[in-house]
């Protein structure tokens, strides 16, 4: 494969690969690690489900007092790892992290089973809990205090977007010899990204 056989806008060419990997049969499309990374540097990763673009960034829904909120807002960059096993293939992703807005957080709040909407009340991500018992509990009280009504957005529960500054398609190769493609550009705090390059990678 060549590089111009890719487009040039490297989110295009992410949708037309994760079109790919939906239709490939892959168990898990959608699910993607996320590395993010204390203010003093230390790392972590765990696996979360990438839930389409917004404008051209990545968006991730979560508990935003969990491990990786307080991460991603005290150090606002991270790292996406897609690997799509049936077609050989791995896409990486880094870049800057917005909080998004409540209203795009609240529409997809909305969107999602009510078991899970519940169940985003009930779980306080991230933190120690006796045992399940104690969970299906809570969940019964969310249960009782929403009955017949509408279950509120949380407080604690939303979004974030990663703005892509880097773009890496991989593609697995004979003898070794993977194809690596990189886009770049640089992503300003206030104002418009700059224009994407893109070059072939050693692998
Ligand atoms: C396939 C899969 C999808 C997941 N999707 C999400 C998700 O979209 N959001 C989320 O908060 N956690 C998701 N999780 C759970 C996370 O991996 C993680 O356990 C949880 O978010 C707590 O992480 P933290 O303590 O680093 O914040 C998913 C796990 C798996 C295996």
Sequence with gaps: MD???LQRNPLAEFETWFDLAVKSGEKHPDAMTLATCTKGAVPSARVVLYKGLSKGAF???TNLESRKARELISNPRAALAFHWKQLDRQVRIEGRILSMPRKEAEKY?????RTSQLGAWASKQSTVIPNREALIGRLRHY???????EVELPKHWGGFLLVPERIEFWIDGEFRLHDRFE???KVPARGKPGAWKRVRLSP
């Design 143 to 149: 249960e009782m205090l929403f009955e017949g009504r």
């Design 3 to 5: 590089i111009t056989d």
């Design 59 to 61: 968006r991730i829904f």
């Design 183 to 185: 886009y770049t550009r």
């Design 109 to 113: 709040f909305h969107s999602r089973p």
